[in-house]
């Protein structure tokens, strides 16, 4: 069976790249949208995600793996899902939104039409798009933007991990 490909979103104030990096493995939670927890459920193991930093960065940062499948989340009565990752890697540079904006290959992307939908699939084109990206000098100049109308809010709750208890 060929491996998804996903994005995930995290205001890094919340949770960032450097917190998975740092503890090596969390647990992917706090996702209450329907259809994030649609997607959610969908992601198997050995899939791949980018790490995608929301709010003032709005860019791909990372790629994780998910080592642990969708399980209900014990620790939230709302009915949340959960699944557990690995950090594979630090992009070699942040790949942000605008840059996706400014590109066709992009069109009717999720990133670019939902910008409140904190899990989404990234079809292999997009993500082979995205790695290229990454490879180039940095494009454009100024914020890049989130959505038309205004900045994403984060997941409500951040990812638990070893150092759940240390995270505010």
Same mark, same amino acid.
């Given at each position: 069976m060929?491996?998804?490909?996903w ?5 890094p104030s919340?949770?960032s790249w450097a $917190? ?5 493995e ?12 649609i997607?959610l459920?969908?992601?198997r193991?050995?899939? *791949?995600? *980018?790490f ?8 791909c940062?990372g ?9 209900? $989340?014990? $620790? $939230? ?5 959960? /699944?557990?990752?690995?950090? /594979?890697?630090?992009l070699?540079r942040?790949?942000?939104i605008?840059?996706m904006? !400014?590109?066709?290959? *992009?069109s009717g *992307?999720?990133?670019?039409?939902n910008s409140?939908?904190s ?11 995205v ?12 914020p890049?933007?989130?959505?038309r109308? !205004? ?6 709750s951040?990812p638990?991990?070893?150092?759940a208890?240390?995270?505010?």
């Amino acid at each position: 069976m060929a491996r998804k490909h996903w994005l995930v979103k995290q205001e890094p104030s919340a949770y960032s790249w450097a $917190d998975l990096e740092r503890e090596r493995e969390t647990e992917w939670n706090g996702v209450h949208n329907a259809l994030a927890l649609i997607h959610l459920r969908k992601m198997r193991v050995g899939d *791949f995600a *980018f790490f995608y930093h929301s709010g003032a960065e709005r860019s791909c940062v990372g790629i994780v793996r998910v080592v642990r499948g969708p399980r209900p $989340d014990p $620790d $939230d009565d709302r009915g949340s899902w959960t /699944v557990r990752v690995r950090p /594979v890697r630090r992009l070699r540079r942040p790949v942000t939104i605008a840059e996706m904006r !400014g590109d066709r290959k *992009f069109s009717g *992307f999720d990133l670019l039409r939902n910008s409140r939908l904190s899990i989404m699939p990234v079809s292999p084109q997009r993500w082979a798009g995205v790695l290229a990206y990454e490879l180039r000098p940095p494009t454009g100049s100024g914020p890049p933007t989130e959505a038309r109308s !205004g900045r994403a809010k984060a997941s409500g709750s951040r990812p638990r991990g070893r150092a759940a208890s240390r995270r505010h």
